[in-house]
T-cell receptor, first 118, second 113 residues
């Protein structure tokens, strides 16, 4: 099946520092990648959508200067949380939608990254 | 307003029974609907996709129905097992939302032995 990996799975950082999270599609090419945020017992909230080689489209209320997204290749997207604050602590999940093998409609998710900002 | 709603109350059933989860939506025109399973601290795992012109889809012990008149999808797990205990999310991709996948809040299923 389609596999999406995320790294790191868990990160603790100090307030004011930046954290980078990587998302990779391992066995398919992802034309579009998505970044979600999830609070405990809540649904997934879409933060932004990125297409390979172009700028990300951010959802309303999401600060693009704070959450920097790069989709440099068909298998890699990164989310950088800049100048992190405790309120940025959350579970961040990436997702990829891909090309070929009938996968253009299915969306596959990474295992998530738990970010804790002290 | 646009809404996608799942039963927010946890569903508790006995092993061997059929679990039925509901997903209702309003003011969307879904091209298709997907069901995911999510375990605590993990990302969602894709289970099934059903398109707007399909009434039913099956995969092993799973069955999904899609009624665009009622604006509802039902997700069934037959012969449920304790290992099926998880949160189940429905998500729709709407023709008027730029292709984004919009999620319901999920229903927590607990299967007791």
């Amino acid at each position: 099946g389609a596999v999406v990996s995320q790294h790191p799975s868990r990160v603790i950082c100090k307030s004011g520092t930046s954290v980078k999270i990587e998302c990779r599609s391992l066995d398919f090419q992802a034309t579009t990648m998505f970044w979600y945020r999830q609070f405990p017992k809540k649904s997934l909230m879409l933060m932004a959508t990125s297409n390979e080689g172009s700028k990300a489209t951010y959802e309303q209320g999401v600060e693009k200067d704070k959450f920097l997204i790069n989709h440099a290749s068909l298998t890699l997207s990164t989310l950088t949380v800049t100048s992190a604050h405790p309120e940025d602590s959350s579970f961040y999940i990436c997702s990829a939608r891909g090309l070929g093998q009938g996968r253009s409609n299915e969306q596959f998710f990474g295992p998530g990254t738990r970010l804790t900002v002290l | 307003s646009q809404k996608i709603e799942q039963n927010s109350e946890a569903l508790n059933i006995q092993e061997g029974k059929t679990a039925t989860l509901t997903c209702n939506y309003t003011n969307y025109s879904p091209a298709y609907l997907q069901w995911y399973r999510q375990d605590p601290g993990r990302g969602p795992v894709f289970l099934l996709l059903i398109r707007e012109n399909e009434k039913e889809k099956r995969k092993e012990r799973l069955k999904v129905t899609f009624d665009t008149t009622l604006k509802q999808s039902l997700f069934h797990i037959t012969a449920s097992q304790p290992a099926d205990s998880a949160t189940y999310l429905c998500a729709l991709r709407s023709t008027n939302q730029g292709g984004k996948l919009i999620f319901g809040q999920g229903t927590e299923l607990s299967v007791k032995p």
